[in-house]
T-cell receptor, first 116, second 113 residues
Framework: AQTVTQSQPEMSVQEAETVTLSCTYD???????LFWYKQPPSRQMILVIR??????QNATENRFSVNFQKAAKSFSLKISDSQLGDTAMYFC?????????????FGKGTHLIIQP | KAGVTQTPRYLIKTRGQQVTLSCSPI?????VSWYQQTPGQGLQFLFE???????NKGNFPGRFSGRQFSNSRSEMNVSTLELGDSALYLC????????????FGSGTRLTVV
């Protein structure tokens, strides 16, 4: 079974700074998808960014971008010009292309705090 | 466009009772998945339904079950509740599942006393 590891339980940065959240995963498969989800205190998981493993180009969504290193099985999230509303739990997640018996596999999360 | 709707938002039950949680997916989405979130275990996959059929199942005891109706709405049921079942239960819908991405609801917070 695949595993997802987020090694930073908590991070704190000043507003407007850039922050990078780390994620590594372990799989023997070649076709899969990776996601970053944000969970604010409202509890709803919000999709931040999605990466297809067969695409070498790193995904970008406005202030959010990823550094996808397939050989190293690394998938970090960079948040530029951080804002107070970015304060939340961030989860890295993995799923096989065919869906797979395990659904989405999540890391334990990183609690990101943006200080004013 | 309405999002994923989960009801109820909060629930308190007694050990030994059973509970049913409801999830209405985004219109047109045929895949509905359920996840349990606890501080200790994190987010764990319960099961996925697609077109009224259970497509995948996580490593949970048989007390956890679910179903999906023809309108894609889904319910999950937990029988003989235990204290350890206290958790946030999240529902997620997707067009067809897999790598297309999932839209989550706000969850049902279940407390077992």
């Amino acid at each position: 079974a695949q595993t997802v590891t987020q090694s930073q339980p908590e991070m704190s940065v000043q507003e407007a700074e850039t922050v990078t959240l780390s994620c590594t995963y372990d799989t023997s498969e070649n076709n899969y998808y990776l996601f970053w989800y944000k969970q604010p205190p409202s509890r709803q998981m919000i999709l931040v960014i999605r990466q297809e493993a067969y695409k070498q180009q790193n995904a970008t969504e406005n202030r959010f971008s990823v550094n996808f290193q397939k050989a190293a099985k690394s998938f970090s999230l960079k948040i530029s010009d951080s804002q107070l509303g970015d304060t939340a739990m961030y989860f890295c997640a993995f799923i096989y292309s065919g869906g797979g018996a395990d659904g989405l596999t999540f890391g334990k999360g990183t609690h990101l705090i943006i200080q004013p | 466009k309405a999002g994923v709707t989960q009801t109820p938002r909060y629930l308190i039950k007694t050990r030994g009772q059973q509970v049913t949680l409801s999830c209405s997916p985004i219109s047109g989405h045929r895949s509905v998945s359920w996840y349990q979130q606890t501080p200790g275990q994190g987010l764990q996959f319960l099961f996925e339904y697609f077109s009224e059929t259970q497509r995948n199942k996580g490593n949970f005891p048989g007390r956890f079950s679910g179903r999906q109706f023809s309108n894609s709405r889904s319910e999950m049921n937990v029988s003989t509740l235990e204290l350890g079942d206290s958790a946030l239960y999240l529902c997620a819908s997707s067009l067809v599942g897999g790598g297309f991405g999932y839209t989550f609801g706000s969850g049902t917070r279940l407390t077992v006393v």
